[in-house]
């Protein structure tokens, strides 16, 4: 997922101890490299492109890895501007770690969304973690920005369906409108993996 920049339903194939099992990896970037020399103002920042290259470096040759991507079609969402007014603020923080979950903290649980200093395209990718399907941008919006919205009498005995929905009642108190449809899903397909050469 770090390697190729995608979400768990990106991937497919492989043998099942892919899910399962787990490794430490310690891994100095070279000291002529990009990577060596940035500071990210967070532990938990994107990687780079040059970091992402040198994980799959690592993967193929310590893992043996070999894969292809394919475009698969599947759900997906686009999310836009709705057709009332945008509940959006400049943020606070300009220098703040881009956030989204629940009004409460932490994750999106469903009662109500909230923001920090976050892009559209940010909220996109984070909104596609939790729906499991590529949200696509498409607001025109630029720049970040913070949000609340609260959604009355939010029932935490709601099954997944309603969750999904109730994530779209959060984004149209905000201003959004996330709608469903077809279209390509790029996926990175496993063909081979090997567990890692010993040090």
Do not use: C
């Amino acid at each position: 997922m770090f390697a190729f920049d995608v979400q768990p339903y990106q991937v497919a194939g492989g043998p099942g101890w892919i899910h399962e099992a787990a490794f430490s990896i310690d891994a100095e970037p070279p000291a002529s490299s990009e990577s060596a020399r940035l500071n990210p103002p967070s532990p938990y920042s994107p990687l780079s492109e040059e970091q992402r290259l040198m994980l799959r470096a690592l993967l193929i040759d310590r893992f043996q890895l070999k894969f292809h991507r394919e475009n698969r079609t599947g759900q997906v969402y686009v999310l836009a501007k709705g057709s009332g007014a945008l509940n959006l603020q400049p943020p606070k923080d300009v220098n703040g770690d881009p956030w989204v979950g629940s009004n409460a903290g932490g994750g999106l649980n469903g009662d109500g969304i909230a923001g920090q200093n976050i892009s559209m395209p940010l909220l996109a990718v984070r909104l596609g973690r939790y729906l499991e399907h590529p949200v696509l941008d498409e607001t025109g919006l630029k720049g970040s920005f913070d949000f609340k919205f609260q959604i009355p009498d939010y029932d935490q005995n709601q099954d997944a369906q309603d969750f999904v929905g109730s994530i779209l009642t959060s984004l149209k108190g905000i201003g959004l409108n996330l709608k469903s449809t077809k279209g390509p899903v790029e996926t990175i397909v496993i063909d081979h993996v090997e567990g890692p050469s010993a040090n």
